[in-house]
């Protein structure tokens, strides 16, 4: 694989009222669990598709792969219809469980995907040694995949989703169930993917990994996209609330100071403010009453407090 470097691009994913509807049990109760989805990803992005738990990913990427029809809407990927098998051919997919034969290497797993994939037999040995350098699975590769921690695991799924060497790379939870560490690497792994020119629609709910990586994200809660943009745009730039420590003067000055107390250690207090102007002039209160300022950290909206605010219905 080749290092190329592209502008943010056209849609190569384009839905358009995209729904599907389930019907379950014997009464067939419909649950809809995705409605009216108009979304799109632009080439060279990564774009993470956010949504708490039932909130209509899997369905939506499910849809994307082909792997189940939409009730109604269409899509559209690199301008073809899904499922199209032209398309099928440049997406690389990570599916949200996978499971392996677990008494196969890791190597033996990736040859047989690459095989399915289409590789051309000469090419098969060079893909594989280049794909599992790329996952950090070099020295793992004749290990039997029961062997694999779930962080491993992940990276050989990872592996399996690059093996036809696709330029859209979807993932449904790269990051579930690993740890920091494992996290990080995939987050590596994934901003690697993007250097290398390709586009990355991934799925979680991991919302600190959807802020340091996504160029934009979509919000999707009860099968509708709530917001989608790129995170500065989403998040309001106001500051919420401002948190200040102190230390020296307690029982003198920083008693009287009007912030609320979230916690004392000893002589240190910390304390919220409403606002940047009642923090300031808290501090200078302090400062000139002998008091020392520790730390002002000004909090403005996160992503999880757009999450939460858009899952209770605001
Ligand atoms: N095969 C199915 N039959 C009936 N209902 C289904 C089916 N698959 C999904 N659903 C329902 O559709 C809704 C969306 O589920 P989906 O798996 O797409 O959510 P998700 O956003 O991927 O959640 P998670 O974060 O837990 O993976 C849920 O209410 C789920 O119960
Ligand atoms: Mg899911």
Not at 259 to 264: E, P, T, Y
């Amino acid at each position: 694989m080749r290092t190329i470097i592209r502008a943010v691009g056209k849609a190569i994913l384009r839905t358009e009222r995209l729904c599907k509807t389930f019907e379950v049990g014997v009464r067939r109760k419909r649950v809809q669990a995705v409605k009216d989805l108009d979304l799109q990803v632009h080439e060279g992005e990564i774009f993470g598709f956010v949504g708490p738990n039932g909130a209509g990913k899997t369905t939506t990427i499910k849809m994307l792969m082909g792997l189940i029809f939409p009730t109604s809407g269409k899509a559209f990927i690199y301008d073809a219809p899904i499922p199209s098998a032209e398309a099928k051919r440049r997406i690389g997919f990570l599916p949200e469980n996978p499971s392996y034969y677990e008494f196969l290497s890791g190597a033996e797993a990736l040859r047989f995907f690459g095989r399915l994939s289409g590789v051309e037999p000469a090419d098969l040995a060079g893909r594989m040694t280049e794909l599992l350098e790329l996952v950090g699975l070099a020295g793992a590769a004749d290990r039997q995949i029961r062997k694999y921690s779930k962080g491993m695991q992940q990276r050989l799924g990872i592996a399996q989703a690059l093996v036809g060497d696709p330029s859209f790379v979807v993932l449904d939870e790269p990051m579930s169930g690993l740890d920091p560490i494992g996290r990080k690497e995939v987050r590596d792994l994934i901003l690697e993917l993007k250097r290398r020119g390709k586009t990355v629609l991934f799925s979680t709910h991991i919302l600190p990994d959807v802020e340091s990586l996504c160029d934009r994200v979509g919000v999707i809660i009860g099968g509708q996209l709530r917001d989608v943009g790129r995170i500065g745009e989403l998040l309001s730039p106001r500051v919420n609330s401002v948190e200040m420590t102190v230390d020296g003067a307690v029982g003198e000055t920083a008693e009287f100071l009007p912030g609320r107390v979230l916690a004392r250690d000893g002589s240190r207090l910390t304390l919220s403010f409403p606002d940047e102007a009642s923090a300031q002039q808290a501090a200078r209160q302090l400062l000139d009453g002998g008091g020392t300022l520790v730390s002002l950290t000004p909090h403005r909206e996160t992503l999880e407090d757009l999450f939460v605010r858009r899952a209770a219905g605001r």
